[in-house]
C-alpha cells in the first residue's frame, strides 16, 4: 500500500494539512467516530479548546492503537469546533499530540457538540497495510 500525500501548484499550501491524499491498494480501511475529550472513566477533561483538544486526538491516537493503526496511517481527519472558539488554539494543541504530521482535514465550526460541555471533536480515517 503507498499514501500520497499532494499538494496541487494551483492551491495554498500549509505546513499543517495536505491539499488530497491518495492511497493506492488500501490494505483495510479503519473509521474512527467522532472523539471528544472524555477519559476512560467518562469523565470531561478540560474546559477549554486547547485542553479538550490534546485528549480528543489521544482518545483518536487510543482507537487506532485498538485497531492497529498508528496516525501515520491517518489519511483524513475531520475536526468540528464549536463556534466562538479560537481555532489557532486547536492547532497549537494538536500539534502537541499530534505532530506536524500532515493529513487531509476538514474542520467545521458547529453551534454545538451532543453535550454543551464539548468544544471539539474529532474524527479519523486510516488506511493499513494487509
Known amino acids: 500500500m503507498q499514501i500520497t500525500h499532494l499538494n496541487p501548484d494551483m492551491l495554498y ?11 493506492e491498494n ?4 479503519v473509521y474512527v467516530g467522532g472523539q471528544n475529550a472524555i477519559d476512560a472513566a467518562g469523565e470531561i ?3 477549554t479548546l486547547s485542553t479538550q483538544t490534546e485528549q480528543a486526538l489521544k ?6 492503537e485498538a485497531a492497529h493503526a498508528t496516525p501515520a ?17 486547536a492547532l497549537a494543541a494538536s500539534q502537541k ?10 474542520t467545521v465550526i458547529v453551534a454545538g457538540l451532543s453535550d454543551p460541555r464539548y468544544l471539539i471533536e474529532i474524527d479519523a480515517i486510516a488506511a493499513i497495510k494487509r
Open 26 to 29: 488500501p490494505g483495510r480501511m
Open 73 to 89: 496511517d491517518v489519511i483524513k481527519l475531520q475536526i468540528y469546533i464549536v463556534q466562538n472558539q479560537d481555532i489557532r488554539e
Open 13 to 23: 499550501k500549509n505546513p499543517a494539512f495536505t491539499q488530497v491524499v491518495t492511497v
Open 45 to 47: 477533561v478540560g474546559a
Open 97 to 106: 499530540i499530534w505532530g506536524t504530521r500532515p493529513t487531509a482535514i476538514t
Open 59 to 64: 482518545n483518536v491516537i487510543a482507537a487506532l
